[in-house]
Protein backbone atom coordinates (compact mmCIF):
# COMPACT_ATOMS: atom_id res chain seq x y z
CA UNK A 1 0.00 0.00 0.00
CA UNK A 2 1.38 3.37 -0.87
CA UNK A 3 0.99 6.70 0.82
CA UNK A 4 -1.40 8.24 -1.35
CA UNK A 5 -3.50 4.97 -0.64
CA UNK A 6 -2.76 4.76 2.94
CA UNK A 7 -3.94 8.39 3.65
CA UNK A 8 -7.19 7.09 1.64
CA UNK A 9 -7.59 4.65 4.28
CA UNK A 10 -7.36 7.05 6.91
CA UNK A 11 -9.99 9.40 5.14
CA UNK A 12 -12.23 6.64 4.99
CA UNK A 13 -11.79 5.73 9.22
CA UNK A 14 -11.74 9.60 10.14
CA UNK A 15 -15.37 9.85 7.94
CA UNK A 16 -16.73 6.82 10.05
CA UNK A 17 -15.08 7.44 13.42
CA UNK A 18 -16.83 11.54 13.31
CA UNK A 19 -19.75 11.23 11.47
CA UNK A 20 -20.61 7.64 11.34
CA UNK A 21 -20.74 7.06 7.74
CA UNK A 22 -19.54 4.28 5.69
CA UNK A 23 -17.59 5.98 2.63
CA UNK A 24 -16.06 4.21 -0.10
CA UNK A 25 -12.59 4.38 -0.76
CA UNK A 26 -12.84 5.31 -4.49
CA UNK A 27 -14.80 8.42 -3.01
CA UNK A 28 -11.63 9.88 -1.69
CA UNK A 29 -9.86 12.13 -4.50
CA UNK A 30 -6.54 13.22 -3.63
CA UNK A 31 -4.82 15.19 -5.37
CA UNK A 32 -0.73 17.10 -5.27
CA UNK A 33 -0.50 20.34 -3.30
CA UNK A 34 -0.55 23.37 -5.79
CA UNK A 35 3.38 24.85 -5.22
CA UNK A 36 1.72 27.56 -3.72
CA UNK A 37 0.08 26.09 -0.72
CA UNK A 38 1.80 23.84 2.54
CA UNK A 39 1.88 20.56 2.04
CA UNK A 40 2.05 17.49 0.09
CA UNK A 41 -1.43 16.21 -0.77
CA UNK A 42 -4.97 17.74 -0.90
CA UNK A 43 -7.91 16.05 -0.43
CA UNK A 44 -11.14 17.09 -1.97
CA UNK A 45 -14.23 17.22 0.46
CA UNK A 46 -16.80 18.16 -2.05
CA UNK A 47 -17.56 14.41 -2.77
CA UNK A 48 -18.57 14.06 1.13
CA UNK A 49 -21.08 16.97 1.34
CA UNK A 50 -23.61 14.76 0.71
CA UNK A 51 -23.28 11.50 2.92
CA UNK A 52 -22.14 13.49 5.84
CA UNK A 53 -24.28 16.37 5.62
CA UNK A 54 -22.32 19.05 6.24
CA UNK A 55 -19.59 22.03 4.54
CA UNK A 56 -17.21 21.28 2.82
CA UNK A 57 -14.58 23.50 4.95
CA UNK A 58 -15.71 22.35 8.26
CA UNK A 59 -15.41 18.56 6.68
CA UNK A 60 -12.22 19.35 5.93
CA UNK A 61 -10.88 21.04 9.13
CA UNK A 62 -12.59 17.97 10.84
CA UNK A 63 -10.69 15.13 9.20
CA UNK A 64 -7.56 17.23 9.67
CA UNK A 65 -7.95 17.53 13.15
CA UNK A 66 -8.64 13.47 13.39
CA UNK A 67 -5.64 12.65 11.10
CA UNK A 68 -3.36 15.05 12.77
CA UNK A 69 -4.03 13.01 15.76
CA UNK A 70 -4.69 9.05 14.40
CA UNK A 71 -2.27 9.15 11.78
CA UNK A 72 1.45 9.05 11.96
CA UNK A 73 2.13 10.15 8.17
CA UNK A 74 0.53 13.75 8.64
CA UNK A 75 1.83 16.22 10.85
CA UNK A 76 0.24 19.52 9.64
CA UNK A 77 -2.67 20.12 7.68
CA UNK A 78 -4.50 23.36 6.02
CA UNK A 79 -7.90 24.06 4.96
CA UNK A 80 -8.57 26.37 1.84
CA UNK A 81 -12.89 26.21 1.37
CA UNK A 82 -13.05 22.19 0.81
CA UNK A 83 -9.55 21.34 0.43
CA UNK A 84 -7.80 19.77 2.67
CA UNK A 85 -3.74 20.17 2.45
CA UNK A 86 -1.95 17.48 4.52
CA UNK A 87 2.12 17.74 5.04
CA UNK A 88 3.57 14.91 5.27
CA UNK A 89 6.28 13.14 8.14
CA UNK A 90 9.82 12.80 7.77
CA UNK A 91 9.08 9.12 8.16
CA UNK A 92 6.66 8.99 5.34
CA UNK A 93 8.87 10.83 3.10
CA UNK A 94 11.51 8.28 3.94
CA UNK A 95 8.70 5.48 3.19
CA UNK A 96 8.15 6.38 -0.58
CA UNK A 97 11.86 6.38 -0.88
CA UNK A 98 12.15 2.55 0.98
CA UNK A 99 9.26 0.99 -0.99
CA UNK A 100 10.09 2.40 -4.28
CA UNK A 101 13.83 0.96 -3.84
CA UNK A 102 11.97 -2.28 -2.76
CA UNK A 103 9.40 -2.64 -5.30
CA UNK A 104 11.11 -4.45 -8.32
CA UNK A 105 7.97 -4.07 -10.50
CA UNK A 106 6.84 -0.54 -9.39
CA UNK A 107 7.46 0.89 -12.91
CA UNK A 108 5.02 -1.68 -14.73
CA UNK A 109 1.45 -2.65 -13.18
CA UNK A 110 0.68 -6.50 -13.21
CA UNK A 111 -0.42 -8.60 -16.35
CA UNK A 112 -4.05 -7.77 -16.62
CA UNK A 113 -5.04 -10.48 -18.99
CA UNK A 114 -6.54 -8.26 -21.87
CA UNK A 115 -4.70 -8.16 -25.51
CA UNK A 116 -4.74 -4.91 -27.62
CA UNK A 117 -3.67 -4.58 -31.34
CA UNK A 118 -1.93 -1.50 -32.39
CA UNK A 119 -1.59 -0.88 -36.08
CA UNK A 120 1.41 1.36 -36.72
CA UNK A 121 3.31 2.38 -40.17
CA UNK A 122 1.69 1.33 -42.55
CA UNK A 123 3.21 2.47 -45.61
CA UNK A 124 3.15 2.79 -49.13
CA UNK A 125 5.76 0.52 -51.64
CA UNK A 126 6.22 2.92 -53.96
CA UNK A 127 7.74 5.25 -51.79
CA UNK A 128 10.33 5.51 -48.62
CA UNK A 129 9.48 6.06 -45.49
CA UNK A 130 9.72 10.05 -44.74
CA UNK A 131 9.48 12.60 -41.95
CA UNK A 132 5.52 11.79 -41.57
CA UNK A 133 5.70 8.08 -41.18
CA UNK A 134 8.31 8.63 -38.60
CA UNK A 135 5.82 10.26 -36.07
CA UNK A 136 3.38 7.72 -36.96
CA UNK A 137 5.80 5.33 -36.19
CA UNK A 138 7.15 6.58 -33.30
CA UNK A 139 3.43 7.31 -31.57
CA UNK A 140 2.46 3.63 -32.31
CA UNK A 141 5.54 1.93 -30.59
CA UNK A 142 5.35 4.03 -27.73
CA UNK A 143 1.57 3.47 -27.65
CA UNK A 144 2.77 0.16 -27.90
CA UNK A 145 5.45 0.19 -25.12
CA UNK A 146 2.64 2.13 -22.83
CA UNK A 147 -0.02 -0.19 -23.23
CA UNK A 148 2.19 -3.19 -22.37
CA UNK A 149 3.56 -1.21 -19.08
CA UNK A 150 -0.37 -1.35 -17.80
CA UNK A 151 -0.51 -4.87 -17.97
CA UNK A 152 -2.08 -5.53 -21.69
CA UNK A 153 -0.74 -8.02 -24.38
CA UNK A 154 0.18 -5.95 -26.98
CA UNK A 155 0.16 -7.36 -30.49
CA UNK A 156 2.02 -4.77 -32.99
CA UNK A 157 0.66 -4.95 -36.55
CA UNK A 158 0.66 -2.98 -39.52
CA UNK A 159 -0.94 -3.23 -42.90
CA UNK A 160 1.47 -2.26 -46.10
CA UNK A 161 -0.43 -1.24 -48.66
CA UNK A 162 1.27 -2.93 -51.97
CA UNK A 163 -1.05 -2.49 -54.53
CA UNK A 164 -2.42 -0.22 -56.62
CA UNK A 165 -2.13 2.42 -59.27
CA UNK A 166 0.58 4.04 -57.34
CA UNK A 167 2.21 1.03 -57.54
CA UNK A 168 1.84 0.33 -61.28
CA UNK A 169 3.52 3.75 -61.43
CA UNK A 170 6.91 2.78 -60.13
CA UNK A 171 6.71 -0.66 -62.00
CA UNK A 172 6.05 1.20 -65.65
CA UNK A 173 8.95 3.41 -64.82
CA UNK A 174 11.17 1.31 -64.04
CA UNK A 175 10.33 -1.19 -66.86
CA UNK A 176 10.41 2.00 -69.37
CA UNK A 177 13.69 3.78 -67.92
CA UNK A 178 15.48 1.38 -65.41
CA UNK A 179 17.23 -0.49 -67.95
CA UNK A 180 17.64 -3.07 -65.80
CA UNK A 181 19.65 -1.43 -62.75
CA UNK A 182 18.72 -2.64 -59.05
CA UNK A 183 19.49 -1.51 -55.51
CA UNK A 184 22.76 -3.55 -55.88
CA UNK A 185 23.74 -2.44 -59.21
CA UNK A 186 23.36 1.15 -58.03
CA UNK A 187 24.32 0.87 -54.14
CA UNK A 188 20.66 2.81 -53.33
CA UNK A 189 18.49 1.53 -50.84
CA UNK A 190 15.54 -0.24 -51.85
CA UNK A 191 12.44 1.66 -51.26
CA UNK A 192 14.79 4.66 -52.00
CA UNK A 193 15.23 3.13 -55.60
CA UNK A 194 11.74 2.13 -56.24
CA UNK A 195 10.53 5.68 -55.16
CA UNK A 196 13.23 7.45 -57.45
CA UNK A 197 11.19 5.50 -60.04
CA UNK A 198 7.71 6.57 -58.44
CA UNK A 199 9.08 10.68 -58.92
CA UNK A 200 10.07 9.80 -62.50
CA UNK A 201 7.29 8.59 -63.79
CA UNK A 202 5.40 11.66 -62.27
CA UNK A 203 7.97 13.86 -64.01
CA UNK A 204 7.29 12.29 -67.27
CA UNK A 205 3.90 12.62 -67.35
CA UNK A 206 4.30 16.00 -66.25
CA UNK A 207 6.33 16.16 -69.41
CA UNK A 208 3.54 14.28 -71.38
CA UNK A 209 0.87 16.64 -69.90
CA UNK A 210 2.58 19.79 -70.76
CA UNK A 211 3.11 18.54 -75.00
CA UNK A 212 -0.61 17.17 -74.77
CA UNK A 213 -1.93 20.88 -73.51
CA UNK A 214 -1.02 22.05 -77.54
CA UNK A 215 -2.53 19.22 -78.96
CA UNK A 216 -5.65 19.62 -81.25
CA UNK A 217 -7.63 17.15 -79.24
CA UNK A 218 -6.49 19.24 -75.41
CA UNK A 219 -7.74 22.99 -77.13
CA UNK A 220 -10.87 21.24 -78.39
CA UNK A 221 -11.39 20.47 -74.50
CA UNK A 222 -10.22 23.98 -73.44
CA UNK A 223 -12.70 25.15 -75.84
CA UNK A 224 -15.87 22.88 -74.90
CA UNK A 225 -15.29 23.04 -71.13
CA UNK A 226 -13.56 25.76 -69.84
CA UNK A 227 -15.85 28.23 -67.73
CA UNK A 228 -15.04 32.19 -68.84
CA UNK A 229 -13.86 33.10 -65.63
CA UNK A 230 -11.30 30.21 -65.71
CA UNK A 231 -7.22 30.81 -66.79
CA UNK A 232 -6.22 28.37 -68.78
CA UNK A 233 -3.30 27.54 -66.74
CA UNK A 234 -5.87 26.81 -63.80
CA UNK A 235 -8.21 24.82 -65.88
CA UNK A 236 -5.28 22.24 -67.03
CA UNK A 237 -4.59 22.10 -63.29
CA UNK A 238 -7.33 21.05 -62.50
CA UNK A 239 -7.69 18.60 -65.64
CA UNK A 240 -4.53 16.70 -64.86
CA UNK A 241 -6.21 13.91 -63.22
CA UNK A 242 -8.87 13.63 -66.08
CA UNK A 243 -5.85 13.30 -68.50
CA UNK A 244 -4.33 11.01 -67.18
CA UNK A 245 -7.70 8.82 -67.17
CA UNK A 246 -8.79 9.48 -70.22
CA UNK A 247 -6.03 10.78 -72.61
CA UNK A 248 -2.28 9.54 -71.20
CA UNK A 249 -0.49 7.17 -73.08
CA UNK A 250 1.48 7.05 -69.73
CA UNK A 251 -2.02 6.72 -67.86
CA UNK A 252 -2.98 4.08 -69.68
CA UNK A 253 -0.12 1.95 -69.52
CA UNK A 254 -0.12 1.84 -66.09
CA UNK A 255 -3.97 1.51 -65.81
CA UNK A 256 -3.41 -1.63 -67.56
CA UNK A 257 -0.21 -3.29 -65.86
CA UNK A 258 -2.90 -2.78 -62.98
CA UNK A 259 -5.11 -4.89 -64.58
CA UNK A 260 -2.60 -7.42 -65.62
CA UNK A 261 -1.89 -7.63 -62.08
CA UNK A 262 -5.74 -8.06 -61.17
CA UNK A 263 -5.57 -11.20 -63.61
CA UNK A 264 -2.70 -12.84 -62.23
CA UNK A 265 -0.17 -12.35 -64.99
CA UNK A 266 2.86 -14.18 -63.90
CA UNK A 267 4.95 -11.68 -65.78
CA UNK A 268 3.50 -8.51 -64.11
CA UNK A 269 3.54 -10.47 -60.50
CA UNK A 270 7.51 -11.10 -61.14
CA UNK A 271 7.92 -7.85 -61.37
CA UNK A 272 5.46 -6.65 -58.66
CA UNK A 273 7.28 -9.36 -55.98
CA UNK A 274 10.70 -7.83 -57.13
CA UNK A 275 10.51 -4.61 -56.74
CA UNK A 276 8.16 -4.75 -53.57
CA UNK A 277 10.77 -7.38 -52.29
CA UNK A 278 13.18 -4.25 -52.69
CA UNK A 279 10.78 -2.10 -51.16
CA UNK A 280 10.70 -4.30 -47.99
CA UNK A 281 14.14 -4.97 -47.52
CA UNK A 282 14.65 -1.25 -47.58
CA UNK A 283 11.41 -0.66 -44.75
CA UNK A 284 13.23 -3.02 -42.39
CA UNK A 285 16.59 -1.07 -42.18
CA UNK A 286 14.62 1.97 -40.97
CA UNK A 287 12.61 0.32 -38.74
CA UNK A 288 15.99 -1.29 -37.27
CA UNK A 289 17.43 2.13 -36.66
CA UNK A 290 14.28 3.52 -35.28
CA UNK A 291 14.34 0.55 -33.10
CA UNK A 292 10.38 -0.94 -33.76
CA UNK A 293 9.22 -4.07 -35.13
CA UNK A 294 6.44 -5.83 -35.30
CA UNK A 295 4.15 -9.01 -34.86
CA UNK A 296 1.77 -9.31 -37.50
CA UNK A 297 2.12 -7.89 -40.82
CA UNK A 298 -0.80 -8.00 -42.84
CA UNK A 299 -0.78 -6.89 -46.79
CA UNK A 300 -3.26 -5.09 -49.29
CA UNK A 301 -2.61 -7.26 -52.04
CA UNK A 302 -4.19 -9.80 -49.17
CA UNK A 303 -6.43 -7.42 -47.67
CA UNK A 304 -8.02 -5.91 -50.36
CA UNK A 305 -10.74 -8.30 -50.99
CA UNK A 306 -12.04 -8.70 -47.81
CA UNK A 307 -15.23 -8.05 -45.96
CA UNK A 308 -17.55 -9.03 -48.89
CA UNK A 309 -18.86 -11.50 -46.97
CA UNK A 310 -19.48 -9.09 -44.24
CA UNK A 311 -21.51 -6.83 -46.53
CA UNK A 312 -23.67 -10.28 -47.65
CA UNK A 313 -24.41 -10.30 -43.70
CA UNK A 314 -25.55 -6.87 -43.79
CA UNK A 315 -27.47 -6.79 -46.63
CA UNK A 316 -29.48 -10.36 -44.66
CA UNK A 317 -29.48 -8.20 -41.54
CA UNK A 318 -30.86 -4.63 -43.41
CA UNK A 319 -27.87 -2.45 -41.75
CA UNK A 320 -26.83 -2.24 -45.45
CA UNK A 321 -29.28 -1.71 -48.47
CA UNK A 322 -28.33 -2.28 -52.25
CA UNK A 323 -29.38 0.24 -54.66
CA UNK A 324 -30.75 -0.30 -58.33
CA UNK A 325 -27.35 0.05 -59.93
CA UNK A 326 -26.42 -2.81 -57.45
CA UNK A 327 -23.82 -0.74 -55.26
CA UNK A 328 -24.40 -1.74 -51.74
CA UNK A 329 -24.51 1.18 -49.00
CA UNK A 330 -25.28 2.20 -45.08
CA UNK A 331 -27.17 5.08 -44.19
CA UNK A 332 -25.47 6.89 -41.14
CA UNK A 333 -27.09 10.54 -41.68
CA UNK A 334 -28.65 9.79 -38.20
CA UNK A 335 -25.12 9.93 -36.55
CA UNK A 336 -24.20 13.01 -39.16
CA UNK A 337 -21.90 10.78 -41.05
CA UNK A 338 -24.15 10.63 -44.28
CA UNK A 339 -24.47 7.64 -46.69
CA UNK A 340 -21.82 5.86 -47.01
CA UNK A 341 -20.53 3.18 -50.31
CA UNK A 342 -19.51 -0.54 -48.94
CA UNK A 343 -19.65 -1.80 -52.53
CA UNK A 344 -18.85 -0.88 -55.69
CA UNK A 345 -21.87 -1.36 -58.23
CA UNK A 346 -19.32 -3.57 -60.54
CA UNK A 347 -18.81 -5.81 -56.94
CA UNK A 348 -15.36 -4.54 -56.25
CA UNK A 349 -14.74 -3.55 -52.55
CA UNK A 350 -13.79 0.18 -51.09
CA UNK A 351 -11.64 0.91 -48.42
CA UNK A 352 -14.29 1.05 -45.66
CA UNK A 353 -15.35 -3.08 -46.96
CA UNK A 354 -11.53 -3.75 -46.43
CA UNK A 355 -11.08 -1.93 -43.28
CA UNK A 356 -14.28 -4.79 -42.04
CA UNK A 357 -12.59 -6.89 -43.23
CA UNK A 358 -9.11 -6.73 -41.77
CA UNK A 359 -10.60 -6.44 -38.21
CA UNK A 360 -12.69 -8.93 -38.29
CA UNK A 361 -9.81 -11.18 -39.24
CA UNK A 362 -7.86 -9.57 -36.60
CA UNK A 363 -10.36 -10.32 -34.47
CA UNK A 364 -10.49 -14.77 -35.33
CA UNK A 365 -6.31 -14.55 -35.46
CA UNK A 366 -6.15 -13.07 -32.09
CA UNK A 367 -9.30 -12.44 -30.27
CA UNK A 368 -8.50 -8.92 -29.47
CA UNK A 369 -11.38 -6.71 -28.67
CA UNK A 370 -9.24 -3.99 -28.74
CA UNK A 371 -7.58 -2.00 -31.55
CA UNK A 372 -5.92 1.08 -31.69
CA UNK A 373 -5.12 2.51 -35.33
CA UNK A 374 -2.42 5.18 -35.58
CA UNK A 375 -3.30 7.10 -38.68
CA UNK A 376 -3.11 10.88 -39.52
CA UNK A 377 -5.93 13.03 -38.84
CA UNK A 378 -6.42 13.38 -43.05
CA UNK A 379 -9.09 9.96 -42.21
CA UNK A 380 -10.56 11.02 -39.32
CA UNK A 381 -13.92 11.08 -41.21
CA UNK A 382 -12.91 7.41 -42.64
CA UNK A 383 -12.60 5.86 -38.86
CA UNK A 384 -15.45 7.72 -37.57
CA UNK A 385 -17.34 6.18 -40.28
CA UNK A 386 -15.56 2.55 -39.79
CA UNK A 387 -15.97 2.13 -35.75
CA UNK A 388 -20.13 4.09 -36.76
CA UNK A 389 -20.40 0.39 -39.40
CA UNK A 390 -18.68 -1.98 -37.29
CA UNK A 391 -21.13 -0.81 -34.11
CA UNK A 392 -23.96 -1.16 -36.53
CA UNK A 393 -22.87 -4.54 -37.54
CA UNK A 394 -22.58 -5.65 -33.57
CA UNK A 395 -19.03 -6.88 -33.73
CA UNK A 396 -17.90 -7.98 -30.80
CA UNK A 397 -14.73 -6.11 -30.77
CA UNK A 398 -17.03 -2.57 -31.95
CA UNK A 399 -16.94 -0.70 -28.74
CA UNK A 400 -12.56 -1.42 -28.71
CA UNK A 401 -12.05 0.62 -31.47
CA UNK A 402 -9.81 3.65 -31.10
CA UNK A 403 -8.26 6.22 -34.07
CA UNK A 404 -4.84 7.58 -32.18
CA UNK A 405 -5.39 10.56 -34.86
CA UNK A 406 -2.22 12.71 -35.08
CA UNK A 407 -1.70 16.36 -36.92
CA UNK A 408 0.96 16.87 -40.08
CA UNK A 409 4.15 17.38 -39.36
CA UNK A 410 6.25 19.97 -41.23
CA UNK A 411 10.14 21.42 -41.31
CA UNK A 412 10.54 24.83 -40.96
CA UNK A 413 10.95 24.92 -44.55
CA UNK A 414 7.33 23.70 -44.70
CA UNK A 415 4.95 20.96 -46.13
CA UNK A 416 6.52 18.10 -48.32
CA UNK A 417 5.25 16.59 -51.68
CA UNK A 418 6.38 13.02 -52.34
CA UNK A 419 5.29 13.35 -56.18
CA UNK A 420 7.64 15.76 -56.17
CA UNK A 421 10.57 14.27 -54.57
CA UNK A 422 10.19 16.59 -52.09
CA UNK A 423 9.69 14.56 -49.36
CA UNK A 424 12.50 14.32 -46.14
CA UNK A 425 13.32 10.66 -46.00
CA UNK A 426 13.71 9.21 -42.63
CA UNK A 427 16.83 7.97 -43.31
CA UNK A 428 18.13 10.90 -44.34
CA UNK A 429 16.42 12.59 -41.04
CA UNK A 430 17.79 9.92 -38.90
CA UNK A 431 21.36 11.02 -40.20
CA UNK A 432 20.75 14.29 -40.00
CA UNK A 433 20.15 14.09 -36.34
CA UNK A 434 22.94 12.43 -35.87
CA UNK A 435 24.60 14.37 -37.12
CA UNK A 436 23.54 17.53 -35.50
CA UNK A 437 24.18 15.42 -31.91
CA UNK A 438 27.96 15.02 -33.15
CA UNK A 439 28.23 18.36 -34.02
CA UNK A 440 27.22 19.70 -30.19
CA UNK A 441 29.11 16.52 -28.76
CA UNK A 442 32.27 17.79 -30.79
CA UNK A 443 31.17 21.67 -29.33
CA UNK A 444 31.35 19.61 -25.56
CA UNK A 445 34.24 17.78 -25.81
CA UNK A 446 33.55 15.23 -23.12
CA UNK A 447 33.39 11.77 -25.19
CA UNK A 448 36.14 12.35 -27.45
CA UNK A 449 38.76 10.33 -25.33
CA UNK A 450 36.26 7.27 -25.92
CA UNK A 451 36.93 4.19 -28.73
CA UNK A 452 35.13 5.32 -32.04
CA UNK A 453 32.79 2.52 -31.85
CA UNK A 454 31.41 3.41 -28.24
CA UNK A 455 31.71 7.07 -29.69
CA UNK A 456 29.36 6.51 -32.54
CA UNK A 457 26.70 4.62 -30.03
CA UNK A 458 26.58 7.43 -27.71
CA UNK A 459 25.67 9.56 -30.43
CA UNK A 460 23.35 7.18 -32.16
CA UNK A 461 21.30 7.71 -28.80
CA UNK A 462 21.50 11.08 -28.50
CA UNK A 463 20.65 11.81 -32.27
CA UNK A 464 17.55 9.70 -31.86
CA UNK A 465 16.42 10.23 -28.50
CA UNK A 466 16.53 13.93 -29.59
CA UNK A 467 14.59 12.77 -33.13
CA UNK A 468 11.97 10.59 -31.02
CA UNK A 469 11.58 12.88 -27.87
CA UNK A 470 10.55 16.02 -30.09
CA UNK A 471 8.41 13.86 -32.10
CA UNK A 472 6.27 12.26 -29.42
CA UNK A 473 6.69 15.69 -27.22
CA UNK A 474 4.06 17.37 -28.75
CA UNK A 475 0.45 15.95 -28.27
CA UNK A 476 -0.93 13.73 -30.84
CA UNK A 477 -3.28 15.93 -31.88
CA UNK A 478 -1.79 18.80 -32.83
CA UNK A 479 0.34 19.77 -35.97
CA UNK A 480 4.41 20.29 -35.65
CA UNK A 481 7.23 21.50 -36.75
CA UNK A 482 10.04 19.49 -36.56
CA UNK A 483 13.57 21.51 -36.25
CA UNK A 484 16.77 19.12 -36.40
CA UNK A 485 18.96 21.20 -34.79
CA UNK A 486 16.82 22.59 -32.35
CA UNK A 487 16.33 18.54 -31.27
CA UNK A 488 19.50 18.19 -29.56
CA UNK A 489 19.60 21.65 -27.52
CA UNK A 490 20.95 20.34 -24.24
CA UNK A 491 19.07 23.50 -22.71
CA UNK A 492 15.28 23.10 -23.83
CA UNK A 493 12.48 20.82 -23.53
CA UNK A 494 14.41 17.80 -25.31
CA UNK A 495 15.72 14.41 -25.42
CA UNK A 496 19.17 15.31 -24.70
CA UNK A 497 18.53 17.63 -21.82
CA UNK A 498 16.68 14.75 -20.06
CA UNK A 499 19.74 12.13 -20.88
CA UNK A 500 22.00 14.44 -19.44
CA UNK A 501 19.62 13.66 -16.15
CA UNK A 502 20.66 10.58 -16.39
CA UNK A 503 24.14 10.58 -17.55
CA UNK A 504 25.14 13.02 -14.50
CA UNK A 505 23.70 10.34 -12.17
CA UNK A 506 25.64 7.68 -13.82
CA UNK A 507 28.82 9.40 -13.42
CA UNK A 508 27.93 10.25 -9.46
CA UNK A 509 27.37 6.06 -9.26
CA UNK A 510 30.50 5.36 -10.87
CA UNK A 511 32.19 7.61 -7.95
CA UNK A 512 30.33 6.12 -5.16
CA UNK A 513 31.30 2.73 -4.60
CA UNK A 514 32.77 3.22 -1.90
CA UNK A 515 30.36 5.14 0.15
CA UNK A 516 27.47 2.89 -1.06
CA UNK A 517 28.75 -0.22 1.24
CA UNK A 518 28.14 2.02 4.67
CA UNK A 519 25.82 0.80 6.82
CA UNK A 520 24.53 3.87 7.98
CA UNK A 521 21.16 4.75 8.14
CA UNK A 522 19.87 7.19 6.18
CA UNK A 523 16.53 7.59 7.30
CA UNK A 524 18.02 10.10 9.42
CA UNK A 525 18.54 12.55 6.96
CA UNK A 526 16.38 15.41 7.28
CA UNK A 527 14.76 15.64 3.34
CA UNK A 528 14.76 19.12 2.00
CA UNK A 529 12.38 20.73 -0.08
CA UNK A 530 14.07 19.85 -3.88
CA UNK A 531 14.41 16.15 -2.49
CA UNK A 532 10.98 16.08 -1.40
CA UNK A 533 9.81 17.55 -4.34
CA UNK A 534 11.30 14.33 -6.61
CA UNK A 535 10.31 12.09 -4.43
CA UNK A 536 6.44 13.16 -4.80
CA UNK A 537 7.20 13.28 -8.53
CA UNK A 538 8.50 9.59 -8.45
CA UNK A 539 5.11 8.92 -6.60
CA UNK A 540 3.30 10.22 -9.61
CA UNK A 541 5.07 7.79 -11.87
CA UNK A 542 2.04 5.44 -12.26
CA UNK A 543 -0.46 8.09 -12.27
CA UNK A 544 0.63 9.01 -15.34
CA UNK A 545 1.73 5.93 -17.13
CA UNK A 546 -2.09 4.89 -16.37
CA UNK A 547 -3.54 8.23 -17.57
CA UNK A 548 -1.29 8.02 -20.70
CA UNK A 549 -2.43 4.48 -21.71
CA UNK A 550 -6.00 5.99 -20.98
CA UNK A 551 -5.82 8.70 -23.28
CA UNK A 552 -3.10 7.54 -25.72
CA UNK A 553 -1.01 10.12 -25.40
CA UNK A 554 2.79 8.98 -25.08
CA UNK A 555 3.16 13.36 -24.88
CA UNK A 556 2.05 12.88 -21.23
CA UNK A 557 5.13 10.27 -20.25
CA UNK A 558 7.57 12.63 -22.59
CA UNK A 559 6.29 15.88 -20.11
CA UNK A 560 7.09 13.63 -17.12
CA UNK A 561 10.21 12.79 -17.73
CA UNK A 562 11.35 16.37 -18.60
CA UNK A 563 9.64 17.68 -15.21
CA UNK A 564 12.04 14.62 -13.50
CA UNK A 565 14.60 15.49 -15.51
CA UNK A 566 14.81 19.34 -14.35
CA UNK A 567 13.88 18.90 -10.86
CA UNK A 568 16.76 16.62 -11.20
CA UNK A 569 18.80 19.05 -12.69
CA UNK A 570 18.06 21.71 -9.96
CA UNK A 571 18.67 19.21 -7.32
CA UNK A 572 22.04 18.56 -8.47
CA UNK A 573 22.83 22.53 -8.48
CA UNK A 574 21.44 23.10 -5.03
CA UNK A 575 22.17 20.34 -3.24
CA UNK A 576 25.94 18.72 -3.05
CA UNK A 577 25.82 15.16 -3.35
CA UNK A 578 29.11 13.20 -2.66
CA UNK A 579 30.26 16.14 -0.33
CA UNK A 580 26.84 16.44 1.71
CA UNK A 581 27.22 17.65 5.27
CA UNK A 582 26.75 13.98 6.60
CA UNK A 583 26.90 10.40 5.54
CA UNK A 584 23.59 9.99 6.01
CA UNK A 585 22.49 13.10 3.48
CA UNK A 586 25.32 11.67 0.95
CA UNK A 587 23.25 7.99 0.82
CA UNK A 588 20.18 9.38 0.77
CA UNK A 589 20.88 11.63 -1.82
CA UNK A 590 22.68 8.89 -3.93
CA UNK A 591 19.35 6.71 -3.26
CA UNK A 592 17.37 9.58 -4.38
CA UNK A 593 19.87 9.59 -7.55
CA UNK A 594 19.18 5.85 -8.09
CA UNK A 595 15.61 5.94 -8.53
CA UNK A 596 15.35 8.93 -10.65
CA UNK A 597 17.78 7.45 -12.69
CA UNK A 598 15.38 4.83 -12.80
CA UNK A 599 12.30 6.60 -13.30
CA UNK A 600 14.14 8.08 -16.68
CA UNK A 601 15.54 4.96 -17.88
CA UNK A 602 11.77 3.69 -17.71
CA UNK A 603 9.96 6.85 -18.63
CA UNK A 604 12.43 7.34 -21.86
CA UNK A 605 12.21 3.88 -22.66
CA UNK A 606 8.52 4.23 -22.83
CA UNK A 607 9.16 6.69 -25.97
CA UNK A 608 11.62 4.10 -27.81
CA UNK A 609 14.64 5.96 -26.43
CA UNK A 610 18.02 4.62 -25.36
CA UNK A 611 20.25 6.22 -22.44
CA UNK A 612 23.56 6.73 -23.17
CA UNK A 613 26.00 6.44 -19.84
CA UNK A 614 28.37 9.11 -20.87
CA UNK A 615 27.36 12.20 -23.24
Not at 151 to 170: F, P
Not at 306 to 319: C, E, N, P, R, Y
Not at 339 to 362: C, F, N, P, W
Request: charge should be negative; aromatic fraction near 10%.
Amino acid sequence: MNIKEKISHSVVSAIESIYGVTMPQSEVVIQETKKEFTGEFTVLTFPFVKSVKSAPELIADQIGTHLLQQDENIVGYNVLKGFLNLELSQNALHEILRSINSDSDYWRFPSNGQSVMVEFASPNTNKPLHLGHIRNILLGWSTNKILSANGYNVIKTQVVNNRGIAICKSMLAWQLWGEGSTPASTGIKGDHFVGDYYVLFEQKFKEEYAVWQESPEANSILTNKKPTEVSDVAFFKQYKNECFNNYSKLGASAREMLIHWEDSDPVTIALWEKMNGWVYEGFDITYAKLGVDFDKIYYESDTYLLGKSIVDKGLASQTFYRKDDGSVWIDLENQGLDQKLVLRSDGTSVYITQDLGTAEVRFEEFGVKRMVYVVADEQNYHFQVLFAISKALKAPYADGLFHLSYGMVELPSGRMKSREGTVVDADDLIDEVIREARNMAEERGEIGALEPAAREDILRKIGMGALKYFMIKVNPQKKMIFDPKESVDMQGNTGPYIQNAYVRIQSILRKSTDVNNSTVDFTSHVIEEAEKQILLLILQYKEVLAQAAKEMDPSAIAAYCYQLAKAFHKFYHDCPILSAESESAILFRIQLSKIVSSALYEGMDLLGIEMPDRM
